[in-house]
């Protein structure tokens, strides 16, 4: 028997081929693409650098969002406009407080990107900061418990000043004009200040001497991790795949950003994660951006929440985070 479509009615036609277009499109297109895209925020700076492979290769699935304040990134996720978030440690923590054990840690993205910068030939160790003054940002917040614990450990908290700024930029300025003679600054405000200063230098990096000072206290598992990764509780108990093939995919971001600094440069210039490409080219090196999940992730934050807790409960939300805070796949 023959069909003649010749003969087949107009508005038949038009429905057959609508339907064999759909059944076509729905093969072409992967299920999750044509669902709801994962709304990821991060900050600009070396907590997003890590993410650029990711928005450069990003077909839909990801919808992210850029921001330069923490504060709306805890807003963010308190009100379910974020899915996944990348932010600081501590702020991972006191969000989890904040939300009744609302978030879930998924990975450590930064290591720490403080540095101890100066001009001064002399400052090669520690030891050369005693008698003197150390300018630095971050009172009340990782940079400043870090610093006090180094200084502890290696018996120089009482013979080193340090004089607290308020903003990066500002100690930034003033180490380029020699307002400052030796500063605590983060990465890219280092790079910028060595650009506009070139007899500035990196003395010191603060990551360094803070895992030196952990081990010489018998925490050898605990690092100075800055940035990290947070998702939603209730969107990662419901997408189990989909953060799966986040982390997956954030992972092989990182590894490519260290392996290939000039492209992942211009890629941070390119998606708006910093103005410069070639400030982030010298930044990267020293930022640490790094990918570390499960029980590695745990055993290096956990001894740094319990510094910063023992420095001051608000700083990660006034209590240390319990089991349900880590997740594992």
């Not at 907590?47 to 290769?57: A, F, L, S, Y």
């Not at 406009?81 to 991972?92: I, K």
């Not at 990096?205 to 990290?228: I, K, Y």
Request: one cysteine or more; hydrophobic letters at 50%; glycine letters at 6%.
């Amino acid at each position: 028997m023959k069909m003649r479509l010749t003969k087949t009615r107009p508005f038949l036609r038009i429905a057959l081929l609508a339907a064999l277009c759909a059944a076509l499109f729905s093969l072409a297109v992967p299920a999750c693409a044509q669902e709801a895209p994962m709304r990821v925020w991060t900050l600009s700076g070396p907590t997003g650098i890590g993410m650029v492979g990711m928005m450069r290769d990003n077909a839909g699935e990801y919808a992210f969002s850029l921001t330069s304040a923490p504060d709306e990134i805890v807003a963010a996720i308190a009100s379910g406009e974020a899915d996944v978030a990348a932010c600081p440690t501590n702020l991972a923590a006191a969000l989890y407080q904040k939300t009744s054990g609302g978030v879930r840690l998924l990975a450590l993205n930064t290591l720490g990107v403080l540095h101890i910068v100066t001009a001064d030939e002399d400052v090669r160790s520690i030891e050369d900061l005693a008698g003197r003054t150390v300018y630095a940002t971050g009172q009340a917040a990782v940079p400043e418990y870090a610093l006090s614990y180094i200084l502890e450990k290696n018996g120089l908290a009482d013979q080193v000043t340090v004089e607290y700024v308020a903003e990066h930029s500002e100690l930034a300025t003033m180490l380029a004009t020699g307002a400052a003679e030796i500063g605590v600054l983060p990465e890219p405000h280092v790079t910028a200040a060595i650009a506009r200063n070139p007899s500035l230098r990196r003395a010191l990096d603060v990551t360094a001497l803070f895992e030196d000072a952990a081990r010489a206290d018998g925490n050898a598992d605990m690092t100075l991790s800055m940035g990290c990764v947070i998702a939603r509780a209730d969107y990662a108990q419901a997408h189990p795949e989909k953060i799966a093939a986040f982390m997956d995919a954030y992972a092989a971001s990182v590894a490519w950003v260290n392996e290939d600094v000039e492209g992942a440069a211009a890629e941070v210039e390119a998606q708006g994660v910093m103005p410069s490409a070639a400030v982030a080219q010298a930044a990267i090196p020293n930022c640490h951006i790094v990918f570390v999940e499960g029980e590695a992730m745990r055993a290096q934050i956990e001894p740094l929440y319990r510094l910063l807790f023992e420095a001051n409960p608000k700083s990660v939300g006034g209590a240390l985070p319990d089991d349900g805070f880590y997740y594992a796949r």
